[in-house]
């Protein structure tokens, strides 16, 4: 007789559940619906106004035997090349000491005083205006070798790296359950065995994604740039030497005093853009095959 009850409470709950919304629950919900489409539309609009101005601007001045030859013979070849090189230099300088620094932070060193200054600085680190990480690499780097390279552009760079590398590590390795490493100590695995092999794999994802918004922001700035690696009209002869960069290019052409010239610094952006978007996409193809 129990049963009963129980089947007359599953039927109710059964039926309440499949009758329709209430009018005025449909129209909060399409509503709701509504605000959320159009903000979503508003927060796309400035994205999509600046992608417009820069191609409608640009592509008209594009021409492929630019992507060949350098500054002094009508081309970006030397920027392109330059900027991929300091890049690369600033990401093989703060990529294995951001992760390395951010594992420690969430994994090993989660009751330690010094845990705490480390990630004070680090904060600091990210809002630190970026002619002044170049003022600091000029000091360091080419008062020393006495001279601008791009060895000089890369340290600057990787200091803009190294803060949001080390946070968003940190933050990937944080929100991998709790139970992943229960798991694995179960099992049997030692602590690096559990960081390494299960957390660190699990959080490549994020830690991906704080790598390409580094690359990202390191690939557009100038000021740092023009205090360490200058610039250079042709090929650079090495990486000792002034060397020319997509970011500093755009900032000469737009002060450039023939209208001809300052047209260019469109067409320059769309390479810079692609630039931005080939590093993600390389990354995210990485991460995937993990």
Known sequence: MSAYPNSEIDQSTADELYQPLSRGRQLFTYAMNGIAFGLSVLALLPLSSILWEIMSRGLSGFKLEMLFHPL???????????????????????????????????????????????????????????????????????LLTKGFSAIAGGFALAVIMLPMIVLTTEEALKLIPVPQRLASAALGGTRFQTTFRVIVSSAIPGITTGISLAIARASGETAPLIFTALFSQNWSDGLLSPTAS???????????PDPAVNQLVWTTSIILLTLVLFFSVLSRVIAKKR
């Open 72 to 142: 002094i013979e009508n081309g970006f070849a030397n920027a392109i090349l330059g900027t991929i090189l300091m890049v690369s230099i600033g990401a093989l300088l703060s990529i294995p000491v951001g992760v390395i620094t951010g594992i420690f932070l969430a994994e090993f060193s989660q009751t330690s005083p010094l845990t705490r200054y480390v990630r004070f600085i680090t904060s600091i680190l990210t809002g630190v205006p970026s002619i002044i990480v170049g003022i600091f690499a000029y000091g360091v780097i080419v």
């Open 246 to 256: 997509l970011p500093v290019l755009i900032f000469n052409l737009y002060n450039n």
